[in-house]
């Protein structure tokens, strides 16, 4: 029988298991919660989303909708119960994030190939094993990990927005409205220049709970009181930056980031405010609402106090206060071959051992899912005794692949899907005749990279 172990139920490691168990593999999945929680989860249910409950973009003339295309012809099992536990959001695939993990829960826990060992992992296991473990790994599976990857790990630190009643927020100083008219999911509450001015000040002069270095046992360390708040800003990853970090670089940091107006204009007043919250539905029912950008650190009674000098939300209930957590990834280009396997001098570290999710060095929960969908397919190439699939440039999957192999090691950090990382476009249409708008040159990526992912299924034989 060709038995599986995949260490780690979230995305990736959900993914990977199912992908695996469809293709008659026998999957040992080991996940720790709920007997023990990590930092950032709140329940024992598989594919958690803890920092927001959108999945990017889901058209076909964007980078993030290109991976989710190219998922869906994968039959991801994550992107199938993101779009049954789906929720307004304009043109993002945002989901009912408790509805969302339990479909996930449950087509795993059914799945007559699927076993689920509700454990703690302190090390491999003997039979060919994807590490899905999440980017919140320490402890001895951390160690076991350094060992063999036998470089130091990279980390920095994740944050969560706030949640708030949407029956707390005043509409009668917010309305609903999607940028430049598309849709109405969100619900958008616009400051004046004054207003705007007074809460970036009480933002940055706001207390901060005190940000500690985690190490593979475990155990922290203070901050150093000696660092600069420049210093300590440093350690945020730049794609999700807490919004009082932003607003420590200036005044209108944030009017030119999450709380940019443009394309919002106040239908009461005809013109776009002066800067703009928006809150996004964050369940199906629409009675929580997650604001947008607005990731913190806070402490959680300078939460209520700060956010609450937005007028909208003088009196909102926050129902979930901003957190912050820590992710760990490795050095990807030093550590990872282009299988997803540690490696070290001289070759793998053992070739049935598969790294997935966050802790490759890909950023997001899509792209964390694709990479549990490209180790259960290496995986399960090896058991059969086939060539491992080397995916096409053209792709979404490939161009992320690629990017982990030939990132520049010394400024290494976390990737998202985007068009940077797809290889350029060839041929008439980027001739000088006619220059490409950004939806044009999207979906001309999408048309290449779906014509490159049937070539590639059809080459690997894969359904």
Known sequence: MKRVAVIGAGLAGSEAAYQLAKRGVHVDLYEMRPEKKSPAHATGDFAELVCSNSLGADRATSPAGILKQELRALDSLVIRCATEARV?????LAVDRAHFSALVTKEIEDNPRIAVVRTEVRDFFDVPTIVAAG??????????????????????????AP?????????AH????????????????????EEYEAFVAALVAAERVPLHEV???????????????????KKFFEGCLPVEVMADRGIDTLRYGPMRPI????????????????????????????????????????QERVFRMIPALRDAEFVRKG????????????????????RREGGVFRPDLFLAGQITGVEGYVESTACGLVAALNAYALLCGEEMPVWPRETAIGSLLHYL???????????????????????????KRKKLSKPERSQAYADRSEAAMAYFMDRYRIV
């Open 88 to 92: 307004p959001a304009g043109g993002a």
């Open 135 to 160: 980017p919140l790994l320490a402890g001895a599976l951390a160690e076991r990990l350094k060992e063999a990857v036998g470089h130091d790990y990279l980390s920095f630190f994740d944050a969560a």
């Open 163 to 171: 949640i708030v009643a949407i029956d707390s927020v005043d509409m």
């Open 174 to 193: 917010a309305y609903r409205a999607g940028r430049y008219g598309q849709a109405d999911d969100y619900v958008n509450c616009p400051m004046n220049r």
């Open 215 to 233: 190490d593979f046992r475990g155990e922290t360390e203070p901050e150093n009181p000696n660092e600069t708040r420049r210093e300590r800003n």
């Open 263 to 302: 394309g919002l204009p106040d239908p009461r007043t005809g013109r776009e405010p002066y800067a703009v919250l928006q809150l996004r539905r964050d369940n199906a029912e629409g009675t929580l609402y997650n604001m947008v950008g607005f990731q913190t650190n806070l402490k959680w009674p300078e």
């Open 323 to 342: 957190v912050m957590h820590r992710n760990t990834f490795v050095c990807a280009p030093l550590v990872l071959d282009y299988f997803l396997r540690p």
């Open 405 to 431: 192999q030939n990132a520049e090691p010394a400024s290494f950090q976390p990737m998202n899907v985007n068009l940077g990382i797809f290889p350029p476009l060839e041929g008439p249409a980027t001739g």
